[in-house]
Structure formats: C-alpha cells, structure tokens
C-alpha cells in the first residue's frame, strides 16, 4: 500500500517535532491515529540533517522498534529490532539482513525554523 493510502497520515504542513527532540545519531517516532491503523513516522538525525521513513520494516511488515522510542542506530544504519536488517539513515535501503534490495519507505518532509513538519515546502510566491 502506497504511503499515501495509509489512513491516519498527517495533513500537508503538520508538525512532527523539533529538531532537537530526535537525540543526535539517533531516532525518534511520531504516531498519528491509534491502535493497528496508525500512521508511525521514523525520523533520524545526524547533526542537522533529518530522514524520514514509514515506521515499517519491509521484510516482516513490523515497526523497526521493539520498544517506543528505542532504536538501534549504528554508524549509518538504523537496525530492525525483529529482524536485524541494517537500512541506510540517506535512502533507507537495506544493505544487510533478510530484506537486502528493499527499502524502507521515505516519507517528505521539511523545515520551519527549529520544526520538522510533514510534507514537502510549500511553494514561494513571487
């Protein structure tokens, strides 16, 4: 299912959080509706850059977390907690484990000042 069918996605311009609630080298999930059909974002963070991905393991369908807000970042991966695939933070391929080839699914995002917001910039005016 495409990311955008998923119910529960964030409006266009909806705040995920600021960038400094995602611990450098590190991850944090923002959830949005409740039970089974939420929609789970992943961010990750090194320095100022920011990724984001559905909160989904490609492999086995499962959230890459076993815990909230507990993820297993390594050097330039973050780890599925079920299944020990390493997906690159940059494109979120997974180079190692059970999924090689897949990919988790890039989510677009932007910034206001300190804010991650869900959804790309919106467009400048002359």
Do not use: K
């Not at 990750?44 to 990724?51: A, D, I, K, T």
């Not at 390493?86 to 300190?114: E, I, K, M, Q, W």
């Amino acid at each position: 299912m495409n990311w955008m069918e998923r119910p529960n996605r964030p409006e266009p311009g909806a705040r995920l959080c600021a960038l400094g609630d995602i611990p450098d080298c590190g991850a944090l999930e923002v959830q949005f509706g409740d039970g089974s059909e939420n929609f789970r974002v992943l961010l990750l963070r090194r320095g100022e850059r920011v990724w984001t991905y559905l909160n989904f393991c490609p492999h086995f369908s499962l959230p890459l977390n076993y815990q909230p807000q507990t993820f297993l970042v390594l050097d330039d991966a973050v780890v599925c907690a079920h299944h020990t695939a390493f997906f690159n933070l940059s494109d979120g391929r997974c180079t190692d484990g059970p999924c090689v080839g897949n990919s988790l699914t890039a989510l677009p995002h932007h910034r206001v000042g300190d804010e991650i917001r869900f959804g790309a910039a919106p467009a400048v005016s002359p």
